[in-house]
């Protein structure tokens, strides 16, 4: 998922950045955001509902939803969400969600075509987590249509495609309908025993998960399993002061694991082993410490220091040192110093990767 700002790593980011948290620097950043990207964005096209949920989402962390027009972005939106013509539609195989953006929505012709159904598990997951941090009321949403349909993608082992053909299968989709699920409070959508096997089957043997089961231990995956096991009742908050013996994962292997991950020379979180630290793992890694309850083992000085010298001078934070804002980063590094409990920010709640205010009931 970092890599794919790679585009700005040649960029320099200019003078040394003040050891403090450069709170109205940020909201001019994301206010900038929002009103006009930058040329390197263009590929990122069919993500722009993703690029919103990054921007939006880091001002409610801010405290400075005021100052987005609330009406016009729910309204916007609720028009990328896929419909099926008619209730039989629902039994097609297709996937019912959100777009990602105008270029994968098409439109009805004249001539009564079939339309290509582009909505995608991530885009339905940010889609709601707008909505839900704008204050729209869910229960108007046609969310039964979402639920039903998310079924389609749920596959034999348990894990989940993002779209209903040609696509990989990973614990990120298997954590986007965990979220989805929450978030409409409704799990018929999804098979928890068989995801749940599928999360179990992909830790490793020194503790992290990998994105499917054998594969390399990594901090978005190792939060991906942490997190949909917690969003499905199948693991206690806070963990570490209950019997965590009795746990279905291995917990006290994977604190080992994710405490590693903080690097000695710069207080960083890194997303695997033998790799740079880089400011989005501060959240990935520092979130699944957070859902066990062992947060208080992070060296909260140390991670601090890593991340004000990725703060740019123009707002936001660089994938690490010296590099140019991208807004994927700069909102995992809001959502870091607010696990952090930096004064004048909302809390966020971890598993959803929303603010507590947005979703108050977990």
Avoid at 67 to 93: C, F, M, T, Y
Avoid at 172 to 188: D, H
Avoid at 338 to 353: R, V
């Amino acid at each position: 998922m970092a890599e794919d700002d790679d585009a700005f790593s040649d960029l320099d980011s200019g003078d040394s950045i003040p050891l403090f948290f450069d709170k109205n620097r940020h909201i001019c950043y994301l206010e900038m955001m929002l009103e006009l990207l930058p040329s390197p964005y263009q590929s990122q096209e069919i993500n722009r509902l993703t690029l919103a949920y990054f921007a939006i989402c880091s001002l409610d962390i801010l405290r400075s939803l005021h100052r987005v027009d609330k009406e016009g972005v729910i309204n916007w939106v609720l028009s990328l969400q896929a419909h099926p013509q008619d209730e039989a539609e629902l039994s097609n195989g297709q996937f019912y969600g959100f777009h990602g953006s105008r270029s994968s929505q098409f439109r009805q012709n004249d001539h009564g075509d079939a339309i290509p159904n582009g909505s995608h598990l991530a885009s339905t997951y940010c889609a709601l987590s707008i909505l839900k941090t704008l204050g729209y009321d869910l229960s108007l949403l046609d969310s039964i249509t979402i639920i039903k349909s998310m079924r389609n993608l749920q596959q034999q082992d348990g894990s989940f495609m993002p779209i209903h053909s040609g696509a990989e299968t990973d614990l990120r989709f298997v954590y986007c309908a965990a979220a989805i699920s929450s978030m409409l409070e409704n799990w018929s959508g999804i098979d928890k025993d068989k995801a749940k096997e599928y999360i179990i089957n992909c830790q490793s043997y020194d503790g992290g998960f990998g994105l499917t089961s054998g594969s390399e231990s990594h901090g978005g995956a190792t939060f991906c399993a942490v997190a949909s096991l917690r969003l499905m009742g199948l693991i206690e908050d806070d963990i570490l002061s209950k019997n965590a013996s009795s746990c279905l994962i291995n917990v006290p292997l994977l604190l080992d694991w994710s405490l590693q991950r903080q690097a000695d020379t710069d207080g960083g979180f890194q997303g695997r082993l033998n790799k740079p630290t880089d400011t989005c793992y501060a959240f990935w890694v520092g979130g699944v410490l957070k859902i066990l309850g062992a947060h208080k083992f992070i060296d909260y000085e140390g991670l601090r220091k890593f991340l004000f010298t990725c703060q740019s001078q123009y707002g936001g934070f660089g994938k690490t040192p010296e590099q140019l804002p991208d807004l994927y980063h700069a909102y995992y590094g809001f959502c870091a110093f607010s696990m952090l409990e930096e004064p004048g920010l909302h809390s966020i709640c971890t598993e959803l990767g929303i603010t507590n205010s947005a979703h108050p009931k977990l």
